[in-house]
């Protein structure tokens, strides 16, 4: 029973959110490992087409009534914008409430990706939820993505500090990007789970000593009710000898 009632403190873990925004967030997302059982992925695209191919990872159709005919963003930052604003309380109800740190992954320089970070973390920020972003940068050939994703770097430097940039022209390959994102995330993790154990660890004891201190009062007061259990044959009344 104590047993039981240990492995059932799920209150003590963390609750980490990992998100994908945009096409090219959710594909990092996708290779990124999911068997930390305490990490929750998502995909948050305004292409409900390419949302419907993803089997691997839960993926939210960002501006549905806003976005007609199931297209996307078309690369315009503004209308990501308005369609992660019109569908901020899904968001929130559905990914980030009751989270303890949010994971944003995201490649600049589309509309989704670059529109989508920027509300995303307004979002959080507003309700107070930690969180950090990890954020791809084009190619340097890719002249107008490029443009794009550096307007948005400069707002999301306003915005916040938590954030990590990789430089596409930084590294050999996609896969060399995504190893290098998961090692960092998975640092952030691990430092999310250190403060976690620090913070709960005094009241996990607690919360055991709780726990064998009832079941020994309880166990005690069965026995004292056997104990004052009248026998039947003790007590048979018997007549003059």
Do not use: W
């Not at 009534?65 to 929130?92: C, M, P, Q, T, W």
């Not at 920027?118 to 940068?137: D, I, Q, S, Y």
């Not at 990789?166 to 896969?175: A, R, V, W």
């Amino acid at each position: 029973m104590m047993s039981g009632l240990k492995s059932d403190k799920k209150f003590f873990e963390p609750s980490i959110v990992c998100v994908g925004i945009g096409g090219g967030g959710c594909n990092i997302v996708s290779e990124l490992s999911r068997k930390r059982k305490e990490v929750n992925i998502y995909c948050l695209n305004t292409d409900a087409l390419s949302n419907a191919k993803r089997s691997d990872i839960l993926s939210i159709n960002i501006g549905k009534e806003y976005i007609l005919d199931n297209r996307d963003s078309g690369g315009f930052v503004e209308v990501a914008k308005k369609a992660f604003r019109e569908d901020s309380f899904l968001i929130d109800r559905k990914v980030i409430r009751g989270a303890d740190l949010v994971l944003v992954v995201s490649a600049l320089g589309g509309g989704t990706g670059s529109g989508g970070t920027l509300e995303m973390v307004k979002m959080l920020k507003e309700g107070k939820t930690p969180f950090k972003v990890f954020a791809v940068r084009p190619f340097e050939f890719e002249d107008n993505r490029k443009e794009v994703a550096d307007r948005v770097l400069a707002q999301l430097n306003k915005e916040t500090d938590r954030i990590e940039v990789y430089d596409n022209n930084e590294f050999e390959s996609i896969t060399e990007i995504n190893l290098r994102i998961k090692d960092d995330m998975d640092s952030t993790i691990e430092s999310q789970m250190k403060l976690y154990d620090t913070l709960y660890g005094e009241y996990r004891g607690s919360f055991d000593t709780i726990i064998e201190d009832t079941l020994a009062e309880v166990l005690n007061e069965k026995v004292l009710a056997i104990n004052f259990e009248v026998d039947p044959v003790e007590t048979e009344v018997t007549g003059p000898h």
